[in-house]
């Protein structure tokens, strides 16, 4: 009998094991979504996912341990039929009982304290080895400025970043600034968000382990279009990642079938917003477009870079994003066309 | 109804031994504390950031006599309110009179101060940092004088008209707490503003 | 002591016509209940408020609202909840339960707390006065927009050109003076007007929790009106507190926010914390358990709440020994929190629970504020927190503590106090029926929120992309809102038809122990005929138990 019973405690205990795991494992699941905190990718992402699971566990534990004294408390005591006379026995307090349970917590409270202190110095204060790459990131309503400053050059909206080695790293560190408001730059596959917030440099690193496309978004709000200052992280294999440094070290192609298209980028007044590198186009109110067509997306990741979207991005901006800072501009639909033309020539 | 008013014994079995007055009143200090901590907070925080325009070394001078005049005059409202304890009314009325008189020449000397600012140094809230966080913080406190000097102003009416007893020396006790209080934020502000800022 | 009121021969108390008696009022009990019933007003907008951003949220790239109109709903939706609705229906409750919890006649300054009402509720009706200016009133009109903590520089005249700001920043100075009058007559009152034998030591732990509360907003409001009046400084004056252009720092409007932010949400929770250590013992038929440890733990909150709250900026850029300082007073808080779970659990071990609705309200509080707690130690901890931070984790996980903790405590306190109010039951059957749908509805909203969190998705965004993993996630949080209205509005109900048709409830319907139960309900208007005086800490008690009176082991 008693060892029936054991044995059905030990079945259900390993049974909630494995239903544990199985969470668990499901939970880090990359597909679950693009952006899972669970599932990082480099080592900020896998630190604080590391911190994560530690606090998870000791939560879990009390809750499992709080929660099934309550249970218990509400069915055991319950008042039942007959007993209406009596006053169960006053009991208004034990001091040891106090005592209890505040030691215990206080301990675990510095345990997490003193686990939770060292991530925060490893990952907030890891000094740049000597070839880290270096790029500064702008915030902008609604937008992002990537600046490459040691390779001289400057792109927006989808930020390239070479592989690193775990046994050799080769991080990128990110500057981050702010145009404007406050925005705040999270990856989660990446790493913790941290702010861009004006006249307060911030800084971050990530060092991802696998190449592919990162997806993430602001998470400060910061105006109208807050929810669609989307990022795409491209981290490529060393050999790719210099290629796309190369070819954006470059001047704009310049190709004479669309004459017509670069002089209305100055009569439009497209200029006074956007540079295009080895013209006469130096605004830096808006995005650098000088290699567009390098791009998957625009309007920082809200449409696919199709000719179409272009046309009807440049034709009408607050049909897909009212409220970002791109006025409309009048333009005929010979003279949308011709501009078209003149971006998809921008690789 | 509360139509009827409620006497309220003033001392019971287990009483408090404070007023409710006199609790009401440390209440609001600590709220108003509060307030001017912030502003004191961003006062410092903001020593020496402002990116141009004049520092205070540069345009201040130090209000030595406005501020021995509202000092002494939380002297002068201790003396009055001792008085109206001891129902000495005309000694009541002299230091009363006389703690707003003195703090009614801080505010003129406080005027008189921002009027040269202003208008001959050209230095506003809106030149620099200095100036927007100098502005607000003795902003501040010039307008908890000038509430102080309308309830003492107001006493003083009523008590020259004959209103003011010894058996509201408590709540002249209250309103005295109040100018304290007024008194000693001078005091950081002064050290703040004058001393550490210069 | 008379449990029986004795009608005393006074004069005809008025002959004003009503409406002239309670907008002229300074009863505390009447106080309470305008406080209350306004509050419950905007609960109901606050809830439309949500329920039109959950339809926008129900599918990625909805087009239900615009980007504007959702930006200015999460705006309006989280100041009225903060300030409309939580602080005066607790304020409410205080005015009404305070002076007879400790058998005094009204509270120490009836005039202001009057005065404290009207100034909270015309900050109320000017913030709502924004909708309809400015634009049309479907875009939301001149509401603000700028979120209910208003970063600079968001706020700033540059990037706010308008009103809808100086609508949010007017609106809650005002409403800062009333919860400041309101918090200084809770002091006085409970420090100066207890009755004879009432001594600190002895005062229900309602009145300790408002003492708390009380000295709590003295130093929590004030910094939020500091930086608000330097926000109006920056925005009408030109000035540069914070403005970066001048080499302002708008990091320090965040702590200023904070400073206040922080130890706010500890003034809505000490109050509903009070509801239950008032309810539980009295349906487990046990005295609390600890009291001293629970004046103690709550004390310690008020006191460590105020150094906890940069953990709303673990992602700014703090040195990592600032974020450190603020995770480990931050985990700290935990501790006098849980003390006091342990030692309501310990009322109700041994005790002899009876399943009335009030109670199963604080059985719901329980269980729900220790998951509220624990998610509460994950954000604590700064490395999960830059994941977590301004995520769906955040919004669900601040939700289970203001619906599933704060809201729940207020429901127990409706059908517990309602009786004495109103001097009739509310119904136990549809009691029963707001319980379980709205406990339904409460669970399928923010038990799931927490997931998208978890997988990336951000907070205050008008929609979102799809493929990220969030739809199923944020369907069902949807779906979970027309349970939680329905909950709602079969409460409504019931307090109506109750009032009318309700049982009578008597003095004291729940067999319970302290002062308020010895009063007629609903208490006269000097709440008692003859003052009370009292021996422990349950007077009643020690009346129905003549021989074994509380103050025999106190």
Redesign the interface.
């Known amino acids: 009998m008693k060892a029936n019973r054991s044995f059905r405690r030990v079945c259900s205990l390993v049974l909630l094991q494995v239903l544990f795991a199985s969470v668990c494992a499901a939970a880090q699941n990359s597909a679950l979504s693009p952006t899972n905190i669970f599932a990082p990718a480099s080592t900020p992402a896998r630190s604080v996912f590391r911190i994560s699971s530690f606090v998870l566990e000791i939560t879990g534990a009390i809750f499992v341990v709080v929660f099934s004294l309550l249970a218990y408390a509400v069915i055991r005591f319950r008042e039942r039929k007959g007993d209406d006379e009596f006053e169960p026995p006053q009991v208004y307090g034990s001091n040891q009982m106090e005592v209890a349970w505040t030691i215990l917590p206080v301990l675990i409270v510095i345990v997490l304290f003193l686990s939770t202190a060292q991530v925060i110095h490893r990952v907030q204060d890891a000094p740049p080895p000597p070839d880290a790459i270096h790029v500064t990131v702008v915030g902008h309503q609604f937008w992002w400025e990537y600046r490459y400053v040691q390779y001289g050059f400057v792109t927006a909206n989808e930020l390239h970043v070479p592989v690193s080695d775990p046994r050799r790293p080769t991080p990128t560190y990110l500057a981050l600034l702010s145009d404007d408001v406050d925005h705040s730059f999270w990856v989660p596959r990446l790493a913790g968000k941290t702010d861009l917030i004006p006249n307060h440099p911030n800084s971050m690193w990530i060092d991802p382990y696998e190449t592919g496309v990162y997806l993430g978004q602001c998470a400060q709000f910061c105006g109208e279009q807050h929810a669609k200052m989307l990022i795409r992280v491209y981290v490529q294999t060393r050999a790719d990642f210099d290629r796309w440094v190369k070819e954006q070290q470059q001047p704009a192609a310049s190709d004479p079938s669309a004459a017509a298209g670069s002089a209305l980028f100055v009569t439009k007044t497209c200029f006074a917003c956007h540079t295009i590198r080895g013209t006469a186009a130096m605004g830096t109110i808006g995005p650098d477009l000088t290699h567009l067509m390098s791009r998957d997306t625009i309007a920082s990741g809200t449409l696919a870079n199709t000719p179409q979207n272009l046309r009807a991005w440049i034709r009408n901006p607050d049909a897909f994003k009212p409220g970002s800072k791109m006025p409309v501009i009048d333009m005929t639909d010979d003279e949308a066309s011709q501009l078209t033309a003149y971006l998809t020539t921008l690789r | 109804m509360s139509a009827i008013p409620m006497e309220l014994p003033e001392k019971r079995s287990d009483a408090a031994p404070l007023s409710r007055g006199r609790v009401g009143m440390w209440c609001l200090i600590v709220a108003e504390s509060a307030i001017f901590t912030i502003f004191v907070a961003a006062y410092i925080f903001y020593i020496g950031k402002s990116l141009e325009g004049p520092t205070p070394d540069q345009i201040l001078t130090v209000p030595v006599i406005t501020t021995i005049c509202l000092l002494s005059s939380s002297l002068t409202m201790h003396w009055a309110t001792a008085a109206l304890r001891k129902g000495n009314l005309i000694m009541f009325n002299l230091s009363w009179i006389t703690t707003f008189v003195l703090g009614a020449i801080f505010l003129g000397g406080t005027a008189r101060e921002w009027h040269h600012l202003i208008f001959q140094e050209g230095f506003t809230v809106n030149t620099n940092l200095f100036g927007t966080t100098f502005y607000a913080l003795v902003g501040l406190h010039a307008s908890h004088v000038a509430v102080g000097l309308i309830a003492l102003g107001t006493v003083a009416i009523l008590s020259l008209l004959g209103k003011v007893k010894a058996e509201h020396a408590e709540r002249c006790e209250v309103l005295a707490l109040y100018w304290h209080f007024v008194d000693a934020v001078w005091v950081v502000v002064f050290t703040v503003v004058y001393g550490l800022g210069r | 002591m008379a449990t029986d009121s004795i009608s005393l021969p006074?004069p005809e108390?008025?002959s004003r016509p009503a409406i002239v008696d309670w907008l002229c009022?300074?009863?505390h009990k009447k106080i309470g209940i305008m406080y209350i019933v306004y509050a419950l007003l905007f609960l109901v907008i606050m809830g439309i408020e949500a329920t039109l951003m959950r339809i926008q949220l129900s599918r990625p790239n909805n087009t239900f609202l615009?980007?504007?109109t959702f930006?200015r709903l999460f705006t309006m939706h989280g100041t009225t909840g903060i300030f409309f609705v939580a602080m005066p229906i607790l304020f409410g409750f205080g005015n009404y339960l305070v002076p007879l919890m400790i058998g005094a006649?009204?509270m120490?300054?009836?005039r202001?707390n009057a005065f404290s009402f009207w100034m909270t509720a015309f900050g109320g009706f000017l913030l709502y006065a924004s909708f309809f200016a400015g634009g049309p009133l479907s875009q939301a009109g001149s509401a603000p927009?700028?979120?209910w903590f208003a970063?600079a520089?968001?706020t700033s005249p540059v990037?706010s050109p308008g009103h809808s700001t100086d609508y949010w920043t007017l609106a809650l100075l005002v409403a800062g003076i009333g919860s400041?009058g309101g918090?200084?007559?809770f002091?006085?009152?409970i420090?100066?007007?207890?009755c004879?034998?009432?001594?600190l030591n002895r005062m229900p732990l309602l009145a300790w929790m408002n003492l708390v509360m009380?000295?709590l907003v003295?130093?929590?409001?004030?910094?939020l009106?500091?930086?608000q009046?330097?926000l109006m400084?920056?925005r009408y004056?030109?000035?540069?507190?914070f403005d970066?252009a001048?080499?302002?720092?708008?990091?320090?409007w965040m702590h200023?926010f904070w400073?206040f932010g922080h130890p706010e949400v500890y003034v809505l929770i000490i109050p509903s914390f009070a509801f239950i250590s008032e309810i539980i013992p009295v349906f487990?038929?046990?005295?609390i358990?600890?009291?001293?440890?629970m004046v103690a733990a709550t004390t310690g909150i008020g006191f460590v709440s105020l150094g906890v709250w940069a953990h709303h900026m673990f992602?700014?850029?703090m040195?990592?020994y600032g974020?450190?300082f603020f995770?480990?007073t931050t985990?700290?808080v935990?501790?006098p929190t849980?003390?006091k779970?342990?030692n309501w659990?310990?009322t109700?071990?041994?005790?002899?629970?009876?399943?009335a609705t009030p109670m199963m309200f604080c059985?719901g509080f329980?269980?729900q504020f220790?998951?509220a707690g624990?998610?509460g130690?994950?954000l604590a901890?700064?490395?999960?927190?830059?994941?977590?931070?301004?995520?769906y984790f955040v919004v669900a996980h601040f939700h289970y503590v203001i619906v599933g903790g704060i809201l729940f405590a207020i429901f127990a306190a409706f059908y517990y106090w309602y009786p004495k109010m109103t001097g009739r039951m509310l119904s136990e059957k549809l009691g029963r029926w707001h319980f379980w749908i709205f406990l339904i509805g409460f669970h399928l909203t923010f038990d799931f929120m927490h997931v998208p969190g978890?997988?990336?998705?951000?907070?205050?965004?008008?929609?979102?992309?799809p493929?990220?993993?969030?739809e199923v996630w944020n369907m069902i949080s949807s779906i979970g809102v027309i349970f939680q209205a329905a909950g709602i509005l079969i409460f409504v109900y019931n307090m109506v038809h109750s009032y009318f048709k309700g049982a009578v409830a008597g003095n004291d319907p729940w067999d319970a122990w302290t002062l308020e139960w010895a009063t007629t309900s609903p208490p006269p208007?000097?709440n008692f005929a003859v003052v009370p005086e009292v021996r422990s800490r349950r007077p009643l008690w020690d009346i129905k138990?003549p021989q074994?009176p509380?103050w025999k082991?106190?």
């Open positions: 006074l108390a008025s009022t300074v009863d615009s980007a504007e930006n006649r009204d120490a300054f009836p202001l927009d700028v979120g970063y520089p968001l990037f400041i918090a200084i007559n002091v006085a009152t420090l100066c007007l207890r004879p034998g009432m001594t009380g000295g003295l130093v929590t409001i004030s910094p009106t500091a930086a009046i330097m400084i920056d004056m030109s000035g540069h507190f970066t001048a080499g302002g720092s708008v990091v320090m200023f400073i487990s038929r046990k005295a358990f600890g009291y001293p440890a992602t700014v850029g040195p990592s974020n450190a995770v480990f985990m700290l935990a501790v849980g003390i779970i342990f659990l310990a109700m071990w041994g005790g002899k629970i009876r399943f059985i329980l269980f220790l998951i624990l998610s130690i994950m901890d700064a490395p999960f927190d830059w994941q977590l931070s301004n995520s978890l997988l990336g998705m951000p907070r205050r965004i008008y929609t979102y992309e493929g990220r993993g969030w208007s000097y138990h074994d509380d082991y106190e």
